[in-house]
């Protein structure tokens, strides 16, 4: 109501400047408030209002089931990683899948939400229904009780494997490891038919678990996307030696040039009224996500940069447009680690 009065002076004066009677300029004024009373189909606002109050209530107090629902959804505005994101920073901490305890969904219970089968990619997910049907028969005790028991693809086995399905049912194997004993032990779907699986005794070599950085990397190419850890963590003490806003304080900068930390969430490339392309992105850091402009030309400087799945320096202006607190991107650089393992690989050298 406060932009009411002027809107209507641009009103009056834009119909003025062509030539249009007063009389016939404040009638036109008057149905255009006669029409706001209806304008918004009511129930429809009503309806949405409920399901905000019941959403709100469902986050609350039950936000692990609130969570899992949402993202087994596979609805929304955002996508799965920025959910887990938000999980992330809701409290909640996120459980890898598991042979014996993922179902087919997403689920939330007290402060843990446990991936779903849905996210392995590269797995059918009728196999995966198999396979949990099946395990109503008893949990699954070993991956030789696991083969025994269903036809099995290879390719999905190795998947499985390195998503960490079997970490809770390994005796005391890495997932290395795991994998030569699947490769001696696996029948192949041609060898089942009538015949009862009798797993070799495999020979298993004092070979090395994946590095922490192999483990992520095998959670992005079978999951889709790091369930473990923000990828932000990875940077975390570059990031902590760089003056950077936080997204959680913009609010405080209104006005103000500064350098933000950002993973790509969304965008969506608009044309300006002089048909040039600019874009609206969402991007976040480990305090929230946040919103961000840019302008044609900041656009076509910085674009082709946004391709890659890496963080980014965002360097510009926060404002506030009508109570939307945006950053209006003016250059883009990759946060990279390189600078900084050599300054350790320097230091270490010097202490040595």
Known sequence: EKWLPQYQQQFFAGAL?????????????????????????????????????????????????????????????????????????????ILPPDINLSGIHYQGQGLQLR???????????????????????????????????????????????????????SQGLHRPQLLWKLLQIYPGI????????????????????????????????????????????????????????????????????VTMVGWLITGKVVATKHHEAMEFMTFEDLTGIYETTFFPKSYQQNAPLLNQRQPFWLKGKVENDHGGITLNVEKVSPVSRSKLQKQRFQEEGCKN
């Not at 036109?28 to 009503?46: L, N, R, V």
């Not at 806003?245 to 405080?252: I, K, L, N, T, W």
């Open 190 to 257: 041609e060898n089942r038919g009538a015949l009862p699986f009798i797993p070799t005794q495999p020979w298993i070599p004092e070979v090395s678990d994946y590095s922490e950085e192999q483990k992520l990397r095998d959670e992005v190419e079978t999951l889709g996307v790091m369930i473990s850890r923000h990828p932000l963590t990875i940077y975390e003490e570059l990031l902590e030696k760089t003056d950077h806003v936080p997204a959680y304080r913009m609010e405080q900068f209104v006005g103000r040039q």
């Open 115 to 169: 991936t779903g089968l849905m996210q392995l990619k590269g797995v059918r997910e009728a196999w995966s229904e198999k396979w949990v049907e099946e395990r109503k028969n008893g949990a699954y005790r070993s991956l030789e009780d696991f083969l025994e028991r269903l036809p099995c693809e290879l390719a999905e086995m190795r998947i499985l494997i390195r998503a960490g399905c079997f970490d809770s049912i």
């Open 17 to 93: 400047e062509r030539g249009v009677e007063l009389s016939v300029i404040e009638a036109a004024w008057q149905m255009i408030q006669s029409f706001a009373c209806y304008s918004f189909c009511k129930p429809h606002s009503a309806s949405y209002a409920l399901v905000s109050f019941q959403s709100a209530f469902l986050r609350a107090h039950y936000p692990a089931e609130f969570m899992a629902a949402v993202i087994s959804n596979g609805g929304g505005f955002y996508s799965t990683f920025a959910y887990l994101s938000e999980a992330r920073r809701m409290g909640l901490t």
